[in-house]
């Protein structure tokens, strides 16, 4: 089969062609597993992360990619859950113990076993791979292939950070930072909490007007006060200032939840503006989020189609996976990008 491999780490100012395209054998699908013939694959920022040794894969070569959507084309022995022919997704989360604490509360994204798709193991920049099949996801037939592998990745995790604020319909939410993953979650937040006011802080003004055109009721600088306390702040920057300032806004009792990968180390003194009374005082919490469960895979892709939610999609061929990641790394963002797979 034909896949797009990566053989070690590199900068993509030095080296602008990542990945080769190779052939390989045809991986076989083990105990439970099913063998899956790809037909789209998003392309992500982790990929970056990944080339550029910010997330290494532990091994070398390594097919990357982990929005993987295609059809189900051979089954392992024990694998049930699926027939020839069935259209199936994959995510980030490849597999994980299931035994452990947090898999047995369906935490499996912060297992010590979790394995992530495209990373700990080959992906989906490839005609076919295998995936558990507890660890595969029916499309809701609303979505095209390559519509649906976009909503892999940053919109499960989206819609986990909004699970994970606790927030009831009709209590009050702020999102600090409005990018794409932002974007996700104030149409989720609407459609689920229909008599809930969204808030929205962003730095620039093309992005307040973007909140409001989108349904935020209010939307302000990150230092603004909002007309509310809020019960819930989902913060989306790789900034410590809109943490500080989402502190400040909550009620009592209240939760922060950090949707963010890193934080940077700029602006890390804005912590020492901390101020015990009025940032945590009163039973306020932070939490952060960390990768997806299954649950929020299967649940978002639900919800995505009752909204519905339809990613603009700008579509690569296998063979231009370099050029659709340099694109990515130049911030020559015109909506999500694809990889069609033939
Ligand atoms: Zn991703
Ligand atoms: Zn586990």
New binding site residues.
């Given amino acids: 089969m034909k896949a797009m491999v990566l053989k070690g780490i590199s900068s993509f100012r030095d080296n602008k062609l990542p990945l080769e395209l190779v052939d390989m054998p045809e991986p076989v699908p083990g105990d439970g597993e099913i063998l899956v013939k790809v037909s789209a694959c998003?392309v992500?920022?982790?990929?970056l992360d990944e080339i550029e040794g910010r997330t290494p894969p532990p091994a070398f070569p390594i097919v990357l990619g982990?929005?993987v959507v295609g059809r189900v084309t051979g089954t392992g022995r024990k694998a049930t859950k699926f027939s020839i022919g069935d259209r199936v997704g994959v995510g980030?989360i490849f597999s994980a113990c299931g035994r452990c604490g947090a898999c047995l509360e369906g935490n499996e994204n912060v297992c010590a076993d979790f394995r992530a798709t495209g990373r700990d193991t080959n992906g989906g920049y490839a005609q076919l791979m295998t995936v558990p099949e507890n660890f595969a996801y029916p499309i809701p037939d609303i979505f095209s292939d390559v519509d649906a592998a976009p909503l892999l990745?940053?919109g499960a995790?989206g819609y986990r950070s909004l699970r994970l604020t606790n927030l009831k319909d009709g209590q009050s939410l702020g999102l600090t930072g409005f990018g794409a993953s932002a974007h996700l979650v104030i149409k989720m937040a609407r459609h689920k909490y229909p008599n809930t006011s969204v808030y929205v802080f962003a730095r620039s003004t093309k992005e307040r007007d973007f909140a409001r055109e989108l349904g935020a009721v209010w939307a302000g600088n990150t230092e603004d006060e909002p007309p509310e306390k809020l019960h819930a702040v989902i913060d989306t920057t790789p900034a410590w200032k809109p943490v500080v300032e989402a502190l400040k806004n909550l009620v009592c009792g209240g939760r922060l939840v950090i949707n963010a990968i890193r934080k940077e180390e700029v602006d890390k003194d804005c912590l020492l503006k901390l101020h015990y009374p009025t940032h945590l005082w009163l039973e306020k919490e932070i939490k952060s989020v960390a990768n997806v469960a299954r649950r929020d895979i299967s649940e978002f892709l639900q919800l995505a189609a009752e909204i519905p939610i339809r990613p603009e999609v700008q579509e690569f061929s296998l063979e231009e996976a370099n050029k659709a990641l340099v694109e990515l790394k130049e911030a020559k963002i015109r909506g999500a990008k694809v990889l069609r797979v033939e």
């Fill in positions: 998003g992500c920022h982790t990929e982990h929005q980030w990745c940053a995790i």
